[in-house]
């Protein structure tokens, strides 16, 4: 199956909505959709009506309460503010007619850093993705949904983790992916990368995403390095740093909930 949907996009654009494809259905049933494109759809509509050479999208953060399937999706974007400095954003994912997701994005002014030394930790030592031998379909997260580049700690690893990915689609037909559109499409991976246990899988289903980005990535792979992973009750949280070949670029981080996965039909 994912020979087949290789280069199918997630969504092919009719007017003002976007259409699902296969390609984007997600782990917890078999007629919803991944996170991960709920996700990157909202980027890329906020992306399309705001961005702008003089902003950085520096935060990212999406509200996802309720599993969208597959009916026609449409983007309703709102400019909250617009300064000198900071342009605030909101965009809705709207499927079926029904909201399933928020997202508000804050677009900072590029300038210059101010003088001074500020501590910051060191970057990862990680080979380069062209020299990583790829996994086997059978063994890369989500059947091989993404391009992957395993560096240190698999899912059956206590960790820490670090992988590289990089997408092997678009995300909307006719529409390359942006630097932008590839980390907010990649962010969702946060949650399996830093949540899933070494025995069980992933048992996790996350309600949000956060990412933060100091600067636009560089080329197509994004690297993820857990950092984090806290849970009481059934709710949990993690994070990861985020990475391209370049150095750090940011965080992704997550809050999620006890889920058990749906019996395939």
């Known amino acids: 199956m994912y020979r ?5 996009p997630f969504y092919v654009r009719d ?24 996700i990157g759809l909202l980027g890329h509509g906020l992306e399309e009506a705001f961005g702008s050479d ?5 935060r990212l953060t999406v509200d996802m309460y309720k599993l969208p399937g597959f009916d026609p999706v449409e983007i309703r974007t709102t400019l909250i503010r617009e300064g000198g400095r900071i342009r605030m954003t909101e965009a809705e994912f ?7 997701a928020k997202a508000s994005c804050q677009f ?5 850093n101010p003088d001074g030394v500020v501590w910051s930790p060191k970057t990862w030592d990680a080979p380069m993705p062209e020299t990583i031998e790829p996994m086997p379909i059978t063994r890369s997260p989500m059947g091989g949904m993404w391009a992957t580049r395993q560096i240190a700690g698999g899912f059956g690893d206590p960790g820490p983790r670090k992988i590289w990915m990089s997408e092997v689609r678009d995300l909307v037909a006719g529409s390359p992916l942006t630097p932008f559109q590839r980390v907010a499409v990649a962010a969702d991976f946060c949650s399996p990368f830093a949540n899933a246990s070494q025995d069980k899988g992933l048992a996790y289903i996350n309600t949000d995403v956060s990412v933060y980005l ?3 990535l560089v080329g197509d792979w994004v690297g993820f390095q857990s950092v984090n992973h806290q849970a009481t009750a059934g709710v949990a949280i993690g994070e990861c740093w985020l990475y391209d ?8 981080t997550c809050a999620a909930l006890a889920q ?4 395939p039909k």
Do not use: C
């Open 94 to 100: 709207i499927s079926g007619g029904v909201s399933m």
């Open 108 to 112: 900072l002014r590029r300038t210059e």
């Open 260 to 263: 058990k996965r749906l019996p």
């Open 214 to 216: 100091h600067r636009a």
């Open 245 to 252: 070949r370049d150095g750090p670029i940011g965080t992704a």
């Open 15 to 38: 007017g003002s909505y976007y259409i699902p494809q296969e390609s984007g259905r997600g782990p917890w049933g078999n007629r919803s959709l991944h996170g991960r494109v709920v």
């Open 54 to 58: 003089d902003f950085t999208p520096a």
């Open 4 to 8: 087949a949907m290789e280069n199918q």
